[in-house]
């Protein structure tokens, strides 16, 4: 399913863009030094490159979702400037024909078999774990964009698409840092048990972990990739949160 959640969130976004006035893309994102003209150039390449990176077999071994991702901190500098070397000084309505194209390349490969690894610009991975990294991408940011024009009617998240975003988030936690010591919950989708970032404390073997911490897939999405801070989060209830370790400030952003 992830592959077709991936167009249909994509399909969101092209929709978005259609009603958005075109003075507001200039206007300044919750992204600092991106406006929302760059952000739109950044799902532009994502998309160009699902499509591009989904029909390219690599002969290694692929790496996790987990390890793949762990590579982005020291890459976001580059990530920045292509995002805005892309969208530049076009016009609206270029940007929207970019997007446009680059979803049409995007669905068509979509409808093919994913490969066991691909050549990712981070590395190889498998084919799965590609498309879960873009749609990671297009779900944090469709949030980013409804963020940045509060005025505008939000990007509507496709539940198969968050649903995605989120349990892959989780798993890389999970894999990250491992353990039974706490178990984090952001139903409907997932619940997963991990450790803290200097082991897994107290073991746990049976039953419900001592540490429990539950969150909305929103939220979660927000805090695995720096967009709300964990003490701002359990300030606004929006994370519950029980037990003497039952705490991810260290472990987040994931991103």
């Given at each position: 399913m992830t592959a077709p959640a991936l167009v249909a969130q994509a399909e969101n976004v092209q929709g978005w863009l259609a009603a958005l006035p075109d003075e507001e893309f200039d206007a300044p994102s919750v992204l600092e030094g991106w406006n929302v003209r760059d952000l739109v150039g950044h799902?532009?390449?994502?998309?160009?490159?699902?499509?591009?990176?989904?029909?390219?077999?690599?002969?290694?071994?692929?790496?996790?979702?987990?390890?793949?991702?762990?590579?982005?901190?020291?890459?976001?500098?580059?990530?920045?400037g292509l995002a805005q070397d892309a969208a530049g000084r076009s016009s609206p309505d270029a940007l929207r024909s970019a997007f446009a194209e680059a979803l049409a390349g995007a669905r068509a490969a979509a409808g093919a078999e994913p490969l066991a690894a691909v050549a990712g610009p981070r590395g190889p991975i498998s084919g799965l774990n590609w498309s879960r990294t873009r749609i990671i991408e297009l779900v944090v940011h469709s949030d980013d964009l409804s963020r940045s024009v509060p005025a505008v009617a939000a990007v509507e998240l496709v539940r198969p698409a968050l649903a995605d975003a989120v349990r892959g988030l989780a798993g890389v936690l999970a894999e990250r840092y491992p353990g039974r010591s706490v178990e984090v919950r952001v139903p409907p989708f997932v619940a997963v048990q991990c450790g803290g970032i200097d082991g897994d404390g107290p073991r746990h073997t049976r039953g419900t972990p001592p540490n429990v911490i539950e969150t909305d897939p929103v939220t979660f999405l927000r805090l695995s990739a720096g967009r709300v801070r964990w003490a701002d989060a359990i300030a606004a209830a929006t994370v519950r949160a029980s037990g003497n370790r039952a705490d991810l400030s260290r472990q987040l952003p994931l991103l």
């Open positions: 799902l532009v390449l994502s998309l160009r490159g699902y499509a591009a990176v989904a029909v390219t077999a690599s002969p290694e071994r692929p790496v996790s979702l987990a390890q793949y991702t762990a590579q982005y901190r020291a890459a976001a500098a580059e990530i920045s």
